[in-house]
Nanobody
Framework: QVQLVESGGGLVQAGGSLKLSCAASGTFFNFNTVGWYRQAPGKQRELVATITSHSRINYADSVKGRFTISRDNAKNTVYLQMNSLKLEDKADYLC??????????WGKGTLVTVSS
């Protein structure tokens, strides 16, 4: 079955950077749309960024110019480089994958905490 394992979360000061990784298994990664969502306490899950199999990228307006999504198909991994982090970026970041049949999968999340 499909498994998504995130890593790279942690504590960072406002203005700092973190890079998240998500390793996928059990899927034809090259053909999948992958990306990141986040969920802060008491808030709904929201899109951060996605990247399709053709490397078409979509960012949430709140992260444009600060976050960069990329994928390495040889490693079945999607990355999220987060720069200029803000207090409001604090959330649980979840890896997302959608296969060609429209099935969606989620990782368990990695926590990003931004301090002032």
């Amino acid at each position: 079955q499909v498994q998504l394992v995130e890593s790279g979360g942690g504590l960072v000061q406002a203005g700092g950077s973190l890079k998240l990784s998500c390793a996928a298994s059990g899927t034809f990664f090259n053909f999948n749309t992958v990306g990141w969502y986040r969920q802060a306490p008491g808030k709904q899950r929201e899109l951060v960024a996605t990247i399709t199999s053709h490397s078409r990228i979509n960012y949430a307006d709140s992260v444009k110019g600060r976050f960069t999504i990329s994928r390495d198909n040889a490693k079945n991994t999607v990355y999220l480089q987060m720069n200029s982090l803000k207090l409001e970026d604090k959330a649980d970041y979840l890896c997302y994958l959608r296969n060609n049949n429209g099935m969606e999968y989620w990782g368990k999340g990695t926590l990003v905490t931004v301090s002032s």
